[in-house]
């Protein structure tokens, strides 16, 4: 069975660009939640879809924001990206809405120069 | 919100001996506490969770404790082994209405030799 994929894995943007990340969960998993991971902030939770549907938000603020696709697929993007947003963003998948079975995929590594 | 501290941030042992990290979080209502570890430029992995209507799971060298009255839960290795170092991870949610973890700072086991 598939992992979680995340695309691309490594990622340098110039501060203003924009940027977009994809996930595809694990076959079957309907629940897509993103987190950001820095050395200063730990796992920051961003968003959570379900059935192409957000459910829950972080404190981010609204350059970032996200979609899931009726495949379950999810993109996550960042507009006017700064200095700040280098980061490592992982999104986790699970069997239906919640916490319980997430799996992490391996991430994208976003470095903002 | 919920807010989970977790010490110690550094822990060394040797190998064979025993390592416990602790976990407190704030929000009473939390019922759902995994632990990931996360190897050096990896993807977070859960090795064990737990229910708030148990208070104690074991799998092999691993177990958690969860004290509710007292919101605290611990992570317990025994007989650790050099494959063991990692930076492990606690969370906290309240499945069924706020579906997003929030994670302790980590904590950095080092197993020596």
């Known amino acids: 069975k598939a992992g979680v994929t995340q695309t691309p894995r490594y990622l340098i943007k110039t501060r203003g660009q924009q940027v977009t990340l994809s996930c595809s969960p694990i076959s079957g998993h309907r629940s897509v939640s993103w987190y950001q991971q820095t050395p200063g902030q730990g796992l920051q939770f961003l968003f959570e879809?379900?059935?192409?549907?957000?459910?829950n938000k972080g404190n981010f603020p609204g350059r970032f924001s996200g979609r899931q696709f009726s495949n379950s697929r999810s993109e996550m993007n960042v507009s006017t990206l700064e200095l700040g947003d280098s980061a490592l963003y992982l999104c986790?998948?699970?069997?239906?809405?919640?916490?319980?079975?997430?799996?992490f995929g391996s991430g994208t590594r976003l470095t903002v120069v | 919100g919920e807010n989970v501290e977790q010490h110690p941030s550094t822990l060394s042992v040797q190998e064979g001996d025993s390592a416990v990290i602790k976990c407190t979080y704030s929000?009473?209502?939390?019922?759902?506490f995994p632990w990931y570890k996360q190897e050096l430029g990896k993807r977070p992995q859960l090795i064990i969770d737990?229910?708030?209507?148990?208070g104690e799971k074991k799998d092999q060298r691993i177990a958690v404790t969860l004290n509710k009255t007292a919101k605290h839960f611990s992570l317990h290795i025994t007989e650790t082994q050099p494959e063991d170092s990692a930076v492990y991870f606690c969370?906290?949610?309240?499945?069924?209405?706020?579906?997003?973890?929030?994670f302790g700072t980590g904590t950095r086991l080092t197993i020596i030799p």
């Open positions: 929000d009473s209502a939390s019922n759902y």
């Open positions: 737990i229910r708030s209507n148990v």
């Open positions: 986790a998948s699970s069997p239906s809405s919640g916490t319980y079975g997430y799996t």
């Open positions: 879809y379900f059935s192409e549907t957000q459910r």
């Open positions: 969370a906290a949610s309240y499945d069924f209405g706020n579906e997003k973890l929030t």
